[in-house]
């Protein structure tokens, strides 16, 4: 089959597609014939060695895959050959087929095409367990979006509607402001144009925003600090914009406010019962059409470098996805 591998770290233009073997499914694990596969953040970090996880030589990006179970452990009773399934893989997506933990690989809804299936996980499931379980957002309260039109911060922005709060979209072009819109930010702010703070004060006044989503970091992460109301939440998502901030901690001590940490993937790897039901009522947004990822664009696997190259130029508007 072919894979798109990583020899070593280095930039997307490193990598290459070769012809390797499919791999066998042991003890709970099934394999996938994959159809469809996201490409997220954590993918250009890992292929430079920049990630919480280093796979072994030579290895495939790809954390969230769509396809069909081609084969299934001996153990492995709720999926068979022939299933159409999504699944959480950490890296290896990038190819035609991938080994699954058959406790992280999902039936996919009747109805449900692969490119949907392959765009909830990363970014729709991250969001939904940062204003859940993390900020435990309420309704009428106010949330701040940082990098809003990139795939997490896209999912915030419609979760965050959905939970009831009212949602402030920052980004820096119109062009992904309008699409904010689109996904039904109440208010935007382009943070190219104005300075952040400075737009924040005449949309909230002194009380401040109640939830900070921020996968950014870099210099607006001490701004969105600042704008905070009393007992608000800051959460920590990533760092799009390469330098991870240094925040002056007497901001949380005045302000009553905490700094939250989300690593879905420890999440979901140390709280599975609870992200199962995260991710039953993620579908269930989907299924009452409350959810619909909006795909920027799609690769075939001899183009991976281009779609990681997309993303690392923070040009992606919403998911970008191989298809193979």
């Not at 939970?163 to 904010?180: D, N, Y």
């Not at 619909?292 to 990681?308: R, S, W």
Request: charged share 20%.
């Amino acid at each position: 089959m072919k894979a798109v591998l990583c020899h070593q770290f280095g930039p997307p233009e490193s990598l290459t597609v070769d012809e390797i073997a499919w791999p066998e499914a042991g003890p709970g694990q099934v394999v996938i014939a994959v159809k469809a596969c996201g490409v997220n953040f954590p993918d250009t970090l890992i292929i430079e060695g920049k990630y919480q996880f280093k796979p072994a030589f030579p290895f495939s990006p790809g954390g969230e895959v769509a396809g069909v179970v081609r084969e299934v452990g001996a153990d492995v009773t709720h999926l068979k050959p022939g299933d159409n399934v999504f699944a959480l893989t950490g890296w290896g997506g990038f190819a035609e087929g991938v080994l699954a933990d058959a406790v992280k690989t999902f039936p996919m809804p009747s109805g449900m095409d692969y490119a949907t299936a392959a765009s909830l996980m990363y970014t729709y499931g991250t969001s939904y367990h940062a204003l859940k379980q993390r900020a435990q957002v309420r309704s009428g309260e106010t949330l701040l979006v940082l990098g809003a039109a990139g795939g997490v911060g896209l999912a915030a922005v419609t979760l965050g509607k959905l939970m009831g709060a009212r949602v402030i979209a920052a980004a820096s072009t119109e062009e992904k402001l309008a699409l904010c819109r689109e996904y039904g930010a109440d208010e935007t702010i382009n943070y190219t144009t104005q300075p952040l703070r400075d737009r924040l004060t005449e949309l909230v006044g002194k009380k401040g925003v109640d939830v900070v989503y921020d996968p950014v970091g870099g210099n607006l992460a001490e701004q969105a600090l600042r704008s905070m109301a009393w007992g608000g939440r800051y959460l920590v998502v990533g760092f799009a914009a390469g330098p991870i901030p240094s925040l002056p901690f007497n901001l949380p001590l005045l302000k009553g406010c905490s700094v939250v940490g989300v690593f879905w993937g420890a999440f979901a790897e140390r709280q599975p019962k609870e992200n199962k039901q995260n991710v039953q009522e993620l579908l269930q947004f989907w299924e009452q059409g409350q959810l619909v990822p909006h795909i920027h664009a799609t690769y075939p696997l001899e183009n991976a470098a281009d779609a990681l190259s997309e993303m690392v130029g923070r040009r992606v508007m919403g998911k970008v996805l191989m298809v193979i």
